[in-house]
C-alpha cells in the first residue's frame, strides 16, 4: 500500500542536541511538507519541497532545516536553535501538479524534551 | 496571505444527531480548495471532504455534507446520523495554485465529541 512512513513515533531530546525526524513516501509525489502542531493550535507549516533538490521555508522554519536528496525522503532536523521543540509534527506529501488533491499525511512524531 | 477561521473551538452532539461545523476564510484569489481534516485521538489526519471553489454544487461524501458560500467565504460542514466514532478534532484548510508549494493553511479546529 502507499503511503508516508514518519519515525520515530516517539522522540525526546536533551539541551543542546539536534535530532531528525524521518519522513519517506512511496505515492510518487513530487511535494512535501512538514507542519507543526501545538495543543489547541491548527498546523503551522515549517518547510516544503516541491522537487527534489530545493526546499522553501514556511511560516515557522526557526530552528529547523531539511533536505530534499531524494524524491522519497524530506527528513526534518529539530537544531538546538529550536527553544520550544515541543510538539507533533507531521509530515505530509502531494501531487503537485493536481490542483485538488488533498495533501496526504504520516501518523506524525512526538517531540519532547528531557 | 489567507487566512481561516473557526469559531467553534468545541462542539457536542447527541449520537444520531446532526451537528455543523463553522469555518470562515480569507483569500483574495477566485480558484482555490478547500478541505476539511478529521484527526481522531490517534492524531492521524484523515480528509473527510474536499470542495473545489469553481463548482457551485456542495460537496457530499455519505453522512458528510458541506455548505459553501463563496460570496460569504464560508465553508460549514455538516455530520448527519452522527457516530461515537465521529469524536474527533476537525480542521479547515485551504489551498490553491497560486499559494506557494500549494501549502495548507489551517484554521484552529474544532473539537468534536458525540456523546451516547
Known amino acids: 500500500d502507499g503511503g508516508i512512513t514518519q519515525s520515530p513515533k516517539y522522540l525526546f531530546r536533551k539541551e543542546g542536541q539536534n535530532v531528525t525526524l524521518s519522513c519517506e513516501q512511496n505515492?510518487?509525489?513530487?511535494?512535501m511538507y512538514w507542519y507543526r502542531q501545538d495543543p489547541g493550535q491548527g498546523l503551522r507549516l515549517i518547510y516544503y519541497s516541491q522537487i527534489v533538490n530545493d526546499f522553501q521555508k514556511g511560516d515557522i522554519a526557526e530552528g529547523y532545516s531539511v533536505s530534499r536528496e531524494k524524491k522519497e525522503s524530506f527528513p526534518l532536523t529539530v537544531t538546538s536553535a529550536q527553544k520550544n521543540p515541543t510538539a507533533f509534527y507531521l509530515c505530509?506529501?502531494?501531487?503537485?501538479?493536481?490542483?485538488?488533491?488533498?495533501?496526504?499525511f504520516g501518523d506524525g512524531s512526538r517531540l519532547s524534551i528531557l | 496571505a489567507q487566512t481561516v477561521t473557526q469559531s467553534q473551538p468545541e462542539m457536542s452532539v447527541q449520537e444520531a444527531e446532526t451537528v455543523t461545523l463553522s469555518c470562515t476564510y480569507d483569500?483574495?484569489?477566485?480558484?482555490?480548495?478547500l478541505f476539511w481534516y478529521k484527526q481522531p485521538p490517534s492524531r492521524q489526519m484523515i480528509l473527510v471532504i474536499r470542495?473545489?471553489?469553481?463548482?457551485?454544487q456542495n460537496a457530499t461524501e455519505n453522512r458528510f455534507s458541506v455548505n459553501f458560500q463563496k460570496a460569504a467565504k464560508s465553508f460549514s460542514l455538516k455530520i448527519s446520523d452522527s457516530q461515537l466514532g465521529d469524536t474527533a478534532m476537525y480542521f479547515c484548510?485551504?489551498?490553491?495554485?497560486?499559494?506557494?508549494?500549494?501549502?495548507?493553511?489551517f484554521g484552529e479546529g474544532t473539537q468534536l465529541t458525540v456523546n451516547p
Open positions: 505530509a506529501s502531494r501531487d503537485r501538479l493536481s490542483g485538488n488533491q488533498p495533501h496526504h
Open positions: 484548510a485551504f489551498t490553491s495554485r497560486e499559494t506557494s508549494g500549494s501549502r495548507l493553511t
Open positions: 505515492l510518487n509525489h513530487d511535494a
Open positions: 483569500t483574495s484569489e477566485n480558484n482555490y480548495y
Open positions: 470542495q473545489e471553489a469553481y463548482k457551485q
